[in-house]
C-alpha cells in the first residue's frame, strides 16, 4: 500500500461517517472514492517524514512532556474529550492529526484558532498542516496517550531539518508473513501464547516482528520510567507484549522500529512471574535483542 493510500484510509476510518467523507447505509448510498492527496508545492514527497515519528512521540511523551514538536499532518474535527480534557469542549477544539500511516494524535487548541482551521477543512479537507504540538504536564494520561496541546499551525508543509526522519522510512524493513513463518519458533509461541503452563521466570529465546506499543498493564503497570513497549507476533496472529530497559543500547532498536514501523528481530527476555489471566497474559522483559536481516526481496 503507498504511503498516500494509506493516509488517506487511515483518515477515512479516523474520522468516520460522521464526517461526511464515509457514506450513509441505505438506499439511496453511494460509495465515494477515496481522494487523491497530490503531495505540496514545497514538499519532496507525499510522505511527512516527521521525526519523532508519532509511535515514537507518543513512547517518549512523559520524558519530552512540555517539549514542543513540529509535525506535518492532516487533520480532521474530532469530538474526544476526555481523560485530561474532560469538560473543557467550550474553551477547546479538538481535532484528529494524522502523521504517517494509521498514525494519529488527538490534538487541542483554542476554540478561536480552531474555528479557522475548521472552515479551511470545509473548503478543503485534505489540506495539509504543519502543527507545533506538545504534551502539557497538568493533562498528561497513561490511558489517553495520544492528547496533546496543539500550540500553533500554519497551512502547508514546513521541513525544518531537525524535523526530518534521519532516513526515509523503508517497507523492506517490514517482515513478511513467509519470513515470520520461517524465524518464529512454534514451540515457544505456543508455550506463551496458549494460557497452559507458560515457562514463568524463565530465560527464553524467542523471534518475530516487532511494533512500538504502549500497553503497561500487568506486571509492567507504571514501567513506562524505565521501559519502551514492544509488540511482538509471528504471522500466525499471535502477540507478545515485551518490554526492553531504557538505556542508550536499546535507544537504538526503538528508533529502528519507530522509522520503519515494524522489524524482524531475535531477543532473549525473562518470562515475568505474575498471575496469568486473560486480562494479564505472557509479558517478557527484554535482556538482549539483535535486529534480523531485511527481507530478500521478491523473485522478479
Given at each position: 500500500m503507498s504511503f498516500g493510500l494509506a493516509l488517506s484510509f487511515a483518515l477515512l476510518?479516523?474520522?468516520g461517517s460522521s464526517s461526511g467523507l464515509l457514506p450513509q447505509l441505505g438506499a439511496s448510498s453511494r460509495p465515494r472514492p477515496v481522494p487523491f492527496v497530490p503531495p505540496p508545492v514545497d514538499s519532496p514527497d507525499v510522505d511527512p517524514r516527521n521525526w519523532p515519528t508519532i509511535p515514537r512521540l507518543i513512547a517518549d511523551r512523559f520524558e519530552d512532556v512540555g517539549r514542543v514538536h513540529t509535525?506535518?499532518?492532516?487533520?480532521?474535527?474530532?469530538?474526544?474529550?476526555?481523560?485530561?480534557?474532560?469538560?473543557?469542549?467550550?474553551?477547546?477544539?479538538?481535532?484528529?492529526?494524522?502523521?504517517?500511516?494509521?498514525?494519529?494524535?488527538?490534538?487541542?487548541?483554542?476554540?478561536?484558532?480552531?474555528?479557522?482551521?475548521?472552515?479551511?477543512?470545509?473548503?478543503?479537507?485534505w489540506a495539509p498542516i504543519t502543527v507545533d504540538v506538545a504534551f502539557n504536564t497538568s493533562r498528561l494520561s497513561e490511558i489517553c496517550v495520544d492528547q496533546v496541546d496543539v500550540l500553533k499551525w500554519s497551512r502547508g508543509w514546513q521541513y525544518p531539518p531537525e524535523t526530518l526522519s534521519p532516513e526515509r522510512p523503508d517497507a523492506g524493513w517490514q517482515p513478511t508473513k513467509e519470513q515470520l513463518l520461517a524465524l518464529a519458533q512454534p514451540q515457544i509461541w505456543k508455550e506463551l501464547t496458549s494460557g497452559e503452563d507458560p515457562p514463568i521466570g524463565q530465560q527464553i529465546q524467542i523471534a518475530g516482528g516487532a511494533r512500538l506499543a504502549n500497553a503497561?498493564?500487568?506486571?509492567?503497570?507504571g514501567a513506562w520510567k524505565t521501559h519502551w513497549g514492544l509488540l511482538l507476533h509471528d504471522g500466525r496472529g499471535r502477540v507478545i507484549h515485551a518490554y526492553v530497559p531504557k538505556n542508550e543500547a536499546s535507544r537504538q532498536l526503538v528508533d529502528r522500529?519507530?522509522?520503519?514501523?515494524?522489524?524482524?528481530?531475535?531477543?532473549?527476555?525473562r518470562v515475568r512471574?505474575?498471575?496469568?489471566?486473560d486480562y494479564c497474559p505472557v509479558q517478557l522483559e527484554v535482556t538482549t535483542w539483535s535486529l534480523i536481516d531485511r527481507a530478500p526481496p521478491p523473485p522478479p
Open positions: 476510518l479516523a474520522s509535525l506535518r499532518v492532516y487533520a480532521r474535527k474530532a469530538l474526544a474529550f476526555n481523560c485530561g480534557y474532560r469538560g473543557a469542549e467550550g474553551r477547546l477544539k479538538a481535532f484528529t492529526l494524522l502523521g504517517g500511516p494509521f498514525e494519529t494524535l488527538t490534538g487541542y487548541m483554542p476554540a478561536e484558532l480552531g474555528t479557522v482551521l475548521e472552515r479551511i477543512l470545509e473548503a478543503d479537507p503497561f498493564h500487568c506486571a509492567f503497570r522500529i519507530a522509522l520503519h514501523r515494524d522489524v524482524a528481530v531475535a531477543i532473549q527476555a512471574k505474575q498471575a496469568m489471566s
